[in-house]
C-alpha cells in the first residue's frame, strides 16, 4: 500500500531542508575564512562522523563486494575533491554565485548518464542542458569581468558532485541508505586527510565549534529532506528547493555585503527553468536518472 501525501509537510519539511544548507553556506563563509580549504572540509566531515554511530550496525551487516568498494572508492575520490573546491569557492565569490553555479548538479548528471549510463538524450533534454549552460554564461559574462577562480573552482565542483551521483546510483539499488551515507562520509573523511595535513594549521577552539556546526546543520539538513521525500512527491517538494535562491541573495546582502547581482539572478532562473524542465521530463517518463531534485551535497 502507498503511503498517503501530505503535500504542507513536505513543503515546510523541504523549507527546512533549504534553510539548514544555508546555514551550512553562512557558517562556511564567516568561518572557512581563517582556515584552509582543504582543512576546513576534513574538519568537518571528521566532527561529523558522531552522527553516523546510529548507522554503525547497518554498516557492519552490510555485505560489500569488490566491485562496489570500487564504486564507494570513486564516490569517495570526486565528492573529495568537490569538497574541497566548494569551501574554496565559498571563500572567493558572492553566496548567491555559489548558490546559482551549484543547481548544474542535474544537468552534469543528465549529460553523464547519456555518456555513462547509455540513456538517450532527447532533443528536448539537450535544448534544456544548453539553455543551463546559457545560464552559466549570464551569471560569469566572460569578456564583460573577470572570471574567478571561484567561479571555475564551482563549475568543477557541480560536475564531481554529478559524478558522485552517478556512482552512487547503482550503490542505491543494492545497499541502505545508512550504508550508503556512511560509505560517503568515511571515504571522503579518509580522502580529505593527506590534503588537510599537506596544509595544517592548528584550529582553535572556535574553529572547531564552526566545523562542528557546520556538520550538524549538513546532518540535519539531509535528515529535513529525507522526512519531505517520504511526506509528499517530488514534484511537490522539489520547487522549494529554489527558495535557496532567494535565501542565498537575501543573506549575502544582509550580512555579508554582497548586493544583489541582476546578471546573477537571471542566469540562476535560467538555470532553474532548465533543470525544472528536466525534472518534470524524468517524473512524465518516470525513467529515475536524472535527479528530481537539487540538494547541497557538502
Known amino acids: 500500500m502507498t503511503a498517503p501525501t501530505r503535500p504542507l509537510q513536505g513543503i515546510l519539511w523541504m523549507m527546512a531542508t533549504g534553510l539548514c544548507f ?66 574554496y569557492a565559498m571563500t572567493q565569490i558572492p553566496i548567491a554565485e555559489v548558490t546559482a553555479m551549484n543547481y548544474l548538479n542535474p544537468v552534469y548528471v ?6 555513462f549510463l547509455g540513456e538517450r538524450l532527447a532533443l528536448r533534454r539537450i535544448l534544456a542542458v544548453l539553455a ?19 567561479h571555475v ?9 554529478g559524478a558522485s551521483y552517478l556512482f552512487a546510483k547503482p550503490l542505491s539499488d543494492r545497499h ?3 550504508v550508503v551515507v556512511a560509505m560517503l562520509s568515511i571515504t571522503v573523511t579518509v580522502g580529505l586527510a593527506p590534503f588537510a595535513w599537506a596544509v595544517w594549521v592548528t584550529p582553535t577552539g ?5 566545523m562542528f556546526l557546520v556538520a550538524a546543520f549538513a546532518q540535519a539538513g539531509h535528515y529535513a529532506m529525507t522526512r519531505a521525500f517520504a511526506s509528499a512527491p517530488i514534484s511537490v517538494t522539489q520547487p522549494v528547493t529554489f527558495l535557496q535562491m532567494v535565501w542565498a541573495v537575501l543573506l549575502g546582502w544582509a550580512v ?21 524542465f528536466i525534472a518534470w521530463r524524468e517524473a512524465r517518463l518516470k525513467r529515475g536518472m536524472t535527479p528530481n531534485y537539487v540538494a547541497t551535497k557538502h
Not at 574538519?43 to 560489500?64: D, K, N
Not at 552559466?136 to 577562480?149: K, N, Q, S, Y
Not at 555579508?256 to 525544472?276: N, R, T
Open 22 to 87: 544555508i546555514a551550512v553556506t553562512a557558517v562556511v563563509k564567516h568561518a572557512g575564512q581563517d582556515l584552509p580549504a582543504a582543512e576546513a572540509a576534513f574538519l568537518r566531515y571528521l566532527l561529523g562522523l558522531v552522527f553516523l554511530i546510529p548507522f554503525m550496525r547497518h554498516l557492519r551487516a552490510a555485505r560489500i563486494g569488490a566491485r562496489d568498494l570500487g564504486l564507494f572508492a570513486g564516490r569517495g575520490v570526486a565528492h573529495t575533491i568537490a569538497v574541497m573546491l566548494w569551501f
Open 110 to 115: 543528465t549529460l553523464g548518464a547519456a555518456v
Open 256 to 276: 555579508f555585503a554582497e548586493p544583489p547581482d541582476a546578471f546573477v539572478i537571471l542566469g540562476a532562473a535560467i538555470i532553474i527553468a532548465s533543470v525544472s
Open 176 to 178: 541502505s541508505a545508512p
Open 206 to 210: 572556535v574553529d572547531l565549534a564552526w
Open 153 to 161: 573552482a564551482m563549475l568543477v565542483t557541480a560536475a564531481l558532485f
Open 132 to 150: 543551463a549552460l546559457c545560464g552559466v554564461v549570464v551569471i560569469l559574462r566572460p569578456g564583460f569581468r573577470e572570471v574567478e577562480t571561484g
